[in-house]
């Protein structure tokens, strides 16, 4: 009364047992597939960009030139757990954190 005959023989049949759970299965295939892809494609090389910059900033010694990512140029003078001393101009220095150093410069570019 409540449903038409085309719809009920439309209707999937109900399946007994594992069926369920391998069309379950096949429809989740898709989700991890796309997982596998952006872990390759995104968040390994973002980790291996991470660690160089971890292993770069921990490399910097006194006399280093740096550029910093707000774009201060200049040469490392003091250097300390969390910040380092850099002079951007003669007799001036300001403090920065580690983690705002963009880029290690070769020796001389800083003039």
Do not use: C, W
Request: proline share 5%.
């Amino acid at each position: 009364m409540f449903i038409s005959s085309a719809f009920a023989q439309t209707a999937p049949a109900a399946t007994a047992g594992g069926g369920g759970l391998m069309s379950s299965l096949t429809g989740m295939l898709p989700l991890v597939l796309m997982f596998v892809v952006l872990y390759f494609i995104m968040i390994r090389p973002q980790m291996k960009r991470q660690k160089e910059h971890r292993a770069m900033i921990d490399a910097i010694a006194k006399g280093d030139e740096i550029a910093t990512s707000g774009g201060i140029v200049g040469k490392v003078t003091r250097l300390g757990e969390g910040t380092i001393g850099v002079e951007i101009a003669p007799n001036v220095e300001v403090q920065l954190q580690r983690s705002a150093i963009a880029q290690v410069l070769p020796k001389g570019t800083v003039k």
